[in-house]
T-cell receptor
Framework: KAGVTQTPRYLIKTRGQQVTLSCSPI?????VSWYQQTPGQGLQFLFE???????NKGNFPGRFSGRQFSNSRSEMNVSTLELGDSALYLC??????????FGPGTRLLVL | AQSVAQPEDQVNVAEGNPLTVKCTYS??????LFWYVQYPNRGLQFLLK??????LVKGSYGFEAEFNKSQTSFHLKKPSALVSDSALYFC???????????FGQGTTLQVKP
C-alpha cells in the first residue's frame, strides 16, 4: 500500500507570496492532519480534516488554511508568507484517530 | 493543558548496549501515547503506541516502551542498540482522543560502533 505523499517536496518563495501544499493520504484513510516543524518551535499541530470538514485547529494565524476534497486529498495554503513560515510541513493520515502515518514533508524556504 | 517532555536533547549509546529514551507527559484523562522516529530529511515513522491494556508495548525494529501511569512516563527502550538506530526520536500524546498530537521536543539518539 502506498504511503502518504506530499508535493512539492521543496519550495522557495519570497515574503508576501502565497503557497499551496498538497497531501495524498494512504488509501482508505479519511483523516488528514497537518503539522509544522521548525528548529525553534518543534512540531506543532496546524489542523485536521475528516470527510472534508475541519475537525481540529491549532494556534496558527488565519494566514494558514486548509481544505480536504471528496477523495480525502488535502491542501494547505499559507498566504502573505513571512520569513518565520520557513519550515518542514508534514502531513499525516489516519483511518481512526489513533495512529497517524506521516508523509515525507514539504520543505518551505521563505526569502 | 497537555504537554510532553523529553528531558534529554541527546542520548549516546554504544552499539550492542541497551538504550532508553525518556518521555513524560501531562494530560487530563487517559492518554494515547506514541513514539515516532525521524531520519534526516525524512518525515516521521511510527514506532509504537499505547492506548490501553498491557503497560509494555512492543513496536517496530525491536523497540518497546513502558507506560507508567503513576510516574506519567512512557520511556522508549531497546535491548541492543544498532548504529542504524541513530536518529531523532519524538514522543507524542493525544490526551483527549482528538487526533491532535502534542509532541515533545525530540531526542537525538547517537549509537556509536
Amino acid at each position: 500500500k502506498a504511503g502518504v505523499t506530499q508535493t512539492p517536496r521543496y519550495l522557495i518563495k519570497t515574503r508576501g507570496q502565497q503557497v499551496t501544499l498538497s497531501c495524498s493520504p494512504i488509501s482508505g484513510h479519511r483523516s488528514v492532519s497537518w503539522y509544522q516543524q521548525t528548529p525553534g518551535q518543534g512540531l506543532q499541530f496546524l489542523f485536521e480534516y475528516f470527510s472534508e470538514t475541519q475537525r481540529n485547529k491549532g494556534n496558527f494565524p488565519g494566514r494558514f488554511s486548509g481544505r480536504q476534497f471528496s477523495n480525502s486529498r488535502s491542501e494547505m495554503n499559507v498566504s502573505t508568507l513571512e520569513l518565520g513560515d520557513s519550515a518542514l510541513y508534514l502531513c499525516a493520515s489516519s483511518r481512526t484517530k489513533e495512529t497517524q502515518y506521516f508523509g515525507p514533508g514539504t520543505r518551505l524556504l521563505v526569502l | 493543558a497537555q504537554s510532553v517532555a523529553q528531558p534529554e536533547d541527546q542520548v549516546n549509546v554504544a552499539e550492542g548496549n541497551p538504550l532508553t529514551v525518556k518521555c513524560t507527559y501531562s494530560v487530563s484523562g487517559n492518554p494515547y501515547l506514541f513514539w515516532y522516529v525521524q531520519y534526516p530529511n525524512r518525515g516521521l515513522q511510527f514506532l509504537l503506541k499505547y492506548i490501553t491494556g498491557d503497560n509494555l508495548v512492543k513496536g517496530s525494529y525491536g523497540f518497546e516502551a513502558e507506560f507508567n501511569k503513576s510516574q506519567t512516563s512512557f520511556h522508549l527502550k531497546k535491548p541492543s542498540a544498532l548504529v542504524s538506530d541513530s536518529a531523532l526520536y519524538f514522543c507524542a500524546v493525544d490526551g483527549s482522543n482528538t487526533g491532535k498530537l502534542i509532541f515533545g521536543q525530540g531526542t537525538t539518539l547517537q549509537v556509536k560502533p
